[in-house]
Each structure stands twice: as C-alpha cells, then as structure tokens.
C-alpha cells in the first residue's frame, strides 16, 4: 500500500529534480504518444530536442531559441509574481495582444518620420498599454472582489476581437491593396524592433527578458515586496497580519505581468511577427503559464523553463515538415509536460512509503 | 440596418439552443465546486468532449452514440485532473489550467481530418399540437432533445443538493472537508465523482456545440465557453436554478448580437461578438459586489494525515 | 495521598465492563502516539482520560471510534472484539463521540448536520421533531431550523450532543467538551451527562482540566507521552497528585512581582466594527482602557469577538480614528506596520497561518512582524543577517527547540512554534502588547515559559492584554479581568477576589438557555 507523509518541510533536492523528472517523463509519454501516430518515436523526439540544438541547421535554429524564448520568458516572469501571491492572471495573451496593437499604433502614426525616439516610445506605450489591460481584472477585484481569473481570460477573448478589428480597420496597411493586416515594421526602421547583432536572434525583446529575469530574481530574493509577495501567496492571513496591503499587492502583480505581457507583444509585433496581423498571436500568453510553472515560479528557473519550451516549438515545426507531425501534436506535448510535472510535485512537500496492508 | 428582420419568435427558440451548451457544462461544474473542487479545466474538457462526440457521431452516424462518448471522453479527462488534485494533491488552479491546455491540444489532434465534416442530425422533439402554437411552440417545443435533457438535468441537480442524502453528502464535503472526514465520510472519493459528474456534463455541453448548434468541427470552436459556464456558476451563487437564469441570459445576448449581425449592423462585427464576454465580465462585477457565499472548502487540499 | 494511584498492572478489572482497551500501540513517524495503553469503561461510568497537550488522548479515542487503525492491540466491546474499520460501524456498535473541532458545517442547519452524523437518518421534517423532543429531555434548547454557523459555541456543542444522543449511544466520547462553556453551562452540561449515566450509558470524558474531573468523573486514566501511567479514582485524589502525573515533573509556577500600574498606554472608547464575515462576531462599543506594569485578562467563549478584537487592536481591521488611541495618539486608521513603529505589538491565536507563515523559515518567520523596530531593511532592501540573527536570538532567549533559525514554521510544536511567536514580539519590547490564547494546545511547561515571559514583560513597564478562554490563566496572570460576550467587553474588575459565579455572568452566563435548568 502507498501512503503520503506530509514532509516537514519541502524538499530542497526535489524543488529542483521534479522539473527535470517531469521532463524526462513527458518525453518518454511523448514517445508514446508520437508512437501511436504512426512515427518513430525515437526520431521524433529527436528532432525536437536535438535537432535545433546540434542537428544540420543548428546554425538556424539556435537564433530562434532566443527569439521565441524571449517573450515566453517576459510574460512567465510576470505571471509568476503573480502566482506566488495567489493572484491568478490567466488573460497575458490578451495584453500581450494590446500591448503589441498600442505600440504598434503609436509606431505607426509617425509613419513615416524618422527619429530615434520612435521605438522607445513604442516600447513604453505598449508596456503601458498591457498594463491598463490588467488593470481592468485588477480594478475590478479590489473594488468588488470580482475574480481575477474569469475577467482576465474573458479580456483575452474580448482583445483578439479587438485585434481583428484593427487589423480590418484603423491599423490596416493604406499602401495593403485591401489585404488585411498593417504596415511592415520591417520597412520602416525607425519603428522596427531588428536583431541588435546580425544573426543571433539577440533583439530587444531579449534584452527586456533578461531584465525582467534579473529584477524578479532580486525583488523575490532580496527585497521586502518580494517577500510580500511569497507571503501572501503562502499564509494570506499572516500577510494581512504583517501589513501587507491585498489591494495593492493586487494592482502591483497584475500591473506588472500585464506590462511585461505588453512588452512582449510589443517586440514581437514590431520584430519577429512584422506586423499587426488578425493571428500575428500564437498563444505565447497561454504557453508561459506552462514555461512559469515549469519554472518553479523562480526567475532563474523561468529563463530556462522559456528556452526548453522555445526548443518545443521549434523541434516541433521542424518534426512538422520532415515527419508530418501534427502541430497539435506539440500543443499536447507541451500540456502533458504541466500535468507530469503538478503530479511529480508532489514528492516534494510528500513523501511516498511502501506499507504493507495490515490487518488491524 | 434591418431591425424589422429579427424575429422574437425565433429569437427565444434559437436563445434555448445558445443557452444549453453552457447549461450543462455549468451544472456539472456546480456539482464538482459544491463538493470543493474548483476545476478550471472546462473549456479543456468541453472541447475534448466536442471532438470526441462529432467523431463518435460520424463514424456510427448515431448522434446518441456522439453524445456518450463525449460524456466519457470528458469524464476520462476529468480523471486526469481527478488524480492530480486527489491523488497527488496538485494546486487546483494550476493542474485546472493544465487541463485546459492540454485539452486544447488533444481536441486538435484528435479533431485532424475531421475538419469540413457535416455530423448525423440529432432528432427533434417535435410534439405535434403543443408545437403548433404559434409563439408558444417553436420556443418551448420545437427543439432537439438534448436542450430538453438539458432542462431535466438542472431539475434533477437541484432535487439532489437539495433533497437527497447524496446531496447532502456531497455539500458537507464541500463545505467542511474534515469534519466530513472526521463523521466518516469518504472526502476524496466524493469528490473523483463529483470531479467525473463535471466531466461528463462539460462533454455533453461540449458536443452539443459541435452536434447540433454549428453543427460542425473546427479548432478552438468551443471558443471560451467553458470559462463562460465557469462565471455562471459564480453568477448562480452555486444554485442550480440561478444557472438555468444566468445560461438563459447569456444565450440571449449571444444571439441577439447574431441577429445584430445578421441584420446588417453599423457595428464592426467584431465588437458585437465581443459582447458575449463583455456581458460576463459586467454580470460578474454585478454579482461578486454583493459577495455570494463560495463552498467554504472549494479549492483546498484535503489529505487526512492523521 | 499518592497511595491512591496505582500503576495500571496493579489495577483490578470492575465485574462488568462496556469497553476493554488492552495493549493498544499506534506510531507515527517519528512518535509514538500510544504505547501499550490498556484500561476499561463499565456501563453508567464517568471515565476521565486525562493528560497533556500531546500524551495521545485523541489518538487514543481516534481509534476507539474508527478514524485510525491500531498498530497492535486490542479492543472489545461487551467482551466480543471491537475493530471499527471506520466511524460508521462505531456509531453502529453503539460508540458517538462529540468532537473539540471540526465536526459541523456552517452553511447547513441543525437538523442537517444532525443527519450527516447519523446512520439511516429520517425524513429532515420527522428528525426536526425529534431534535425537539431530545432537547427537552436533556435540557438543550435548540432549534432544528438554524444555520449551525450563527450558533453559539455552547449552541454548536448541543449540536453535536444531541447527533450522538439520537443513536441511543452506550458510549459517548466528549473531547474537552468545556473549552467552549461559561462556567454556567458547564454546570448544565454536568446535569445532562448526569441524567445520561443514570440511564446506563457510559462516558469516555477527555480534558485537562483537574477541577472537572474531579467534580465528574468516577475513575481516570491518566496518559504521559503515549502510556498509561496510571488510573485512579478523582474525587479521592488531589489535583495536585494528578497533575504531577500528567506532566512527569514538577515545573516552576509563575512568579509575579508586585507592580505598580503607570500612565494609560492603551485606550479604547466605543469601539463598534461588522462582523468581518459571514459567521464572525461584530465588536459593539467597546471601552477599555490599559495601564504601563499591567496585565489585563480578556475572557470569554470562544467566538464572542475574540479574534475580532486582536484584528482591530493589531491593525488588521481599521476603526474611527479615535476609536483606539496609543499614548493619546489616534491609531484607529492606522495599518499593522504603523501601529508596530508606534510599539503596539500583538500574537494572534492561530500559530500557523496567521502569527507565522508554515513554510517559511524561522528567519522568514522573524522578518514577518520584526521588520520595522529590529531594523532588518534598508530602504526596502531585507538584511538577511540581521533577520537571521534576530531570529537565532528569539530562538536562544526562548528556548525555542529547533535545529535552526533555518527550520520551517510547520516543522515546530505547537509550544515551541507558539514561544517563538510570543518571544519574537516581547523582545521587540513592546510599549503595549495584545496576544490571543498565548498558551493555546501548548504543553505545561511551555505555557509556564510563557506565562513568566508575559509577567516579566510587564513587570518591566509594557501594558498587556492578554485575550484568553482558559480562566486558571487569567486569574494567574492578570490584574484586572474583563469578559467578551457577543462582541460585548464587560467592565473590568480586579482579579483579585473575583468569584467563580461573577465571572461566569461577566462571560454571558448560561447562552441561549433560555430554559432555566433544575
């Protein structure tokens, strides 16, 4: 018989091994699920995991780590504040996608001037821009209690709307010959988010990341509001006990993830993606939800969470077009890793023991 | 635009039909947080549920047969969710999101080469006099049996919480899971069928969606409804009949900004398909300003250690 | 005197016995719970089980009622064997047990929570009736109707006496069944358990509470660390002898020097706040005020605005500015934060959860409320070392036993977790310190630590309010006492010469008893 023995305290080896446990394990489920669709499992996994790495095309790939890494690791950053305190902002994709159409915007109407402070002023405007998208949930449970959850995620559905409707409308390319969709960044280089050395798939966006990992990594180590943060998430009474303020924790977690999710839609559009387009978003939003647990919720652990992840998606594709791999087959690949990894989290606050089933 | 085009009649018939997808995913979700469990994977299972029951249906061509399996193609899913949150004791928010995901990628996967498919039709109730009242009839009595079922299933989860010993049962877990435990009661298998119940139901609601209202399968199609039967519960304060009120008012901006639609408004279509969620958000706002009282236990780990 | 406890060997079986318990063992990892504990109960019979915080009582009764498994042992029932597999088939063999905690739901209504206890209950409308007729009989007024949650907590105990007595128990298991009861009630309750003896059921009686017992009980088992160390009969022994068989030892009792109360450091007029939640207690028109070298004790049951009053003196709830008033400055709108740079320092009742995080370190822990006067940041930035070694110096001081500063919360005892709660806040030196229930679940030699460490505290001139429902405490402690009654504080009086009798109606007296007893 399996027993659960609440462990005294959580286990140190196991905070650290049970991410990589549940790597290991998912690709062996991988394997298997790849299997029963009629591939060679060992070769798929293979090309997802090596191929982008040391394959023939590694020279291409490896840049594209980075480049779809990045905001990955921006908005986990950010959702991971968050999840340490309890607050549950499941919307990032939609202020990832207002971010990207407010910086964009702004970008835009200077068309076609050229000045330097273009793109800053994009960048800062589509971080303001996630911000105010978050704040609606936020605003709403300080001031009525309304759950954070459920408003955030409606507010995705409400902004892809909104993105179609610019992309049709306001924001579509005049010179576009009726084709929807704005405007290249690329042919407009004082509002394009280009790579900073040729070839590394290095562009601002990077740059913002390791930022963001950097300030979270001494906010939560170092600094009063993140230990704040860890408290409320953990003992929300001993918080309040302590004095910390639940509303203004609230504002600071969902202000704070929704810009980071606007900053990464902000370089993406402006950089990689190119332009406001109705589907320029690929679920980046939804994706660092699975890249900040896998992370542990820790900054450092978020960085590489995001490149392993940035590795699926690009192992994917390859496995894609040279075994015809289903896409879905990835998506799955990705949610299968969560859930191994919520159920290997349990050997680190439990321990299993064998007992013998005993008559009493 | 033509206001003259939409038609109440048909307007309150097809708002039964837009309502009963997310009526059945909310009951069974209702059931699940009323025993403590807060299962944020609905949309995941719907979406399974969807998949699995337009494939059952096309490939017997019996919708009876579509609809149970995507019944237990959403309670196998739940089981996942089950074992983590039962078993391994996960975070209920995380492994309901996991859920989600992974519903969302499964669904697609399982929907490859399904896409453009017309599925068997479901048959109509179709009482002969009763449908025949004009106004009266094509609202109340013109439709497909599973917006009937639908009925039934809210009537039925009501008579439970409320009169039986089950229900009784199933709400003390939910409200105080170790003086449950501490009378005897079996917290955790409570619970994994509760868990399962709100599986199946969001299966049903799910193929509904593909079966009957589109009818067809497409990626993604369910499109958020799950999140929305998940705020219906909230709106409902955990109250069966509230849900058929709050499934009912949905339904109807649903297809009131369709027949806006329709009719040619000077509204960009997509802000008029905004308004579903829009209303959600306002209808939440309106709903936790006087703080409806949650299941005291819902979302807590239980595990009896001693 | 002592000649009258025997150890168990010695002790001779009664003619007729209800309940055999021989050899009963159960382990946890890391402790033993129960090591070989043998005795029985004979129809009609008080039984006391006595011992500390953590001698094993609730495992023990935990296995007579089916919600744990014995290790080795055995256990008979009207001499056939007796293993519960669970609570059903021990509330079938006759056994009911009214718990200290965790038995009843809120939300539901009497008669619902009536029901879940029972095993083929009748229709709610014909168990309503019968709810009735039973509290006549006994003497325990209910109404079948109410939520359980807007009960009293003498109320929510009838509750659950009355689910046992609808079963026609012959045993009835009570875990310190007075922790919730004016001193009125308790009398009340007396005469029901009376009434019930006289019937022939029998009565496993759990407490530490030596007076009780020995006004109660016809015999006691007495538990140390897990064993049986011996049983005797109460009303032929004196407290004193049994409660060195309790604890093992002999511990010093509190010292207090004479003091001398100074200048008000604490005033509080007309406080009035809602109740925080749906089943909390509002705080109406509160007065008290608080002197510099004085202890003034706050008793009362359970749930009469006792944690209400800790949230609004700690910062936690906010009032009228005026409301409360630190040193003649107003803090009624100030945060916890602001109220802890002014001195005012408080230890909540709940240990984990609420005075300290479970999974946080100590050191953690230390930073939790010793931000601010330890001077642990600088400019928001924490000093690890500092934290660390303020906690090391709690740890030290109160002799708090842990590996280390290191150690989580959650791993600690109840006393140990509880001194450092109290010693974290009383070497900040607070001007005014606030605790709840500070010797709560603790063992006899921690809650002596604790109580030294409060008198000392104020013998060095801080004002203390001490917040308790263990009456011995107060009147050991303190100088003044007041009483909290539905989120009512009565006058205070000085402890000194206070009777029994007058503390009880300061308490509320007999709740909801409408029905005079006797």
Redesign the interface.
Known sequence: MLK???R???SRLWTWAAPLLAVVLTMLLGGALFAA?GKDPVEAIATIFWQPLFGEHAFYYRPQLLVKGAPLVLIAIGLALGFKAGI?N?GAEGQYIIGALTGAAVGLAFYPLDAWYIFPLMVMVGALGGWLWAMIPAL?RVQ????E???S??????AE??L??MA??PLKNPDGYGFPGSRNFQEYPAAHNAEILGGTGMHWGVVAALIAVIFAYILLG????G?QI??TG??P???????V?PPRLILFCLGTSGALAGLAGLFEVSGPAGQVSIDFNVGYG??A??VA?LGRLHPVGIALAGLLMALTYIGGEIAQSNLGL???????????L??VL??V??LT??RI?FKAA?V? | MDLGSINPVLLLASLMVAATPILIAALGELVAERAGVLN?GVEGMMITGAICGFAAAVNTGSPLVGFIAAALGGAGLSL?FA??TQI????Q???G???T??????S??L??GYQGIKPPPTGKLDIPLLGDIPGLGPVLFGHDIMVYFGLGLCAAVWGMLKYTRAGLILRAVGENHDAAHALGYKVVRVRILAILFGGACAGLGGAYISLIRVPQWT?GMT??AG??A??LV?FASWKAGRVLLGAWLFGGVTVLQLNLQAAGSAL?V??L??SP??I??LV??IM??D?PRAPASLGRIF?A?Q | MTTLIKPPSEYRRVTTSLLTISGLTKAY?GVVANDDVSFDIAPGEVHALLGENGAGKSTLVKMIYGLV???SGRMELHDKAF?P?EPRAARAAGVAMVFQHFSLFDALSVAENVALGMENPPRLRDLAGQIRRVSETYGLPLDPHRMVGDLSAGERQRVEIIRCLLQDPQLLIMDEPTSVLTPQEVDILFETLRKLTAEGVAILYISHKLEEIRALCDRATILRQGRNVGTCIPRDTSARDMAQMMVGSSFEAPTRETRTAGAVALDVTGLSLPAPSAFGTPLRNIHLSLREGEILGIGGVAGNGQDELLAAL???ARSPARSIALRERPIGRL????R?RMGLL?A?E?RL????????SLT?NA???G?DRENL?TR???R?RAARAFATRVIDRFDVRTPGAD??A??LSGGNLQKFVIGREVLQRPEVLVVNQPTWGVDAAAAAAIRQALLDLAAHGSAILCISQDLDELMEISDRFAALNEGRLSAALPTHGLSLEEIGLMMGGAHGMEVAHG
């Open positions: 659960l023995e609440k005294p305290q959580p669709l549950w499941i709403l009525f209690g309304t759950n959850i459920l408003v995620l409606m507010l995705v559905y409400v709307q909104l179609a409707a049709l409308g170092r600094h009063i509001l230990y860890r408290l953990q003992a009474r001993a918080a309040r006990f302590a004095g303020s939804f994706t939800i699975i647990f289903p896409s879905a087959a990835i998506q799955m690949f990705q949610g299968m969560l859930f919520l159920a989290d349990l606050n439990y023991r005993q009493a | 944020l996942l074992f983590l391994a004791l996960a975070n928010v995380a492994s999101l996991a859920l995901l992974f519903g969302l990628g499964l697609a996967l929907g490859q990626e499109a958020g999140w929305i998940l705020a909230v960009p997509e802000y398909s905004m969620y829009l959600t958000i939440l706002v936790s300003a703080k595990h250690s | 990892p498994k014995p290790d293993t597999p700690s910062g936690e945060g916890p934060t602001a802890r408080t909540p709940e959860g609420h005075a300290a995080a479970p999974d946080m953690e930073l939790l409320t931000a940041l928001g930035f924490i690890w150690t989580a959650r791993a």
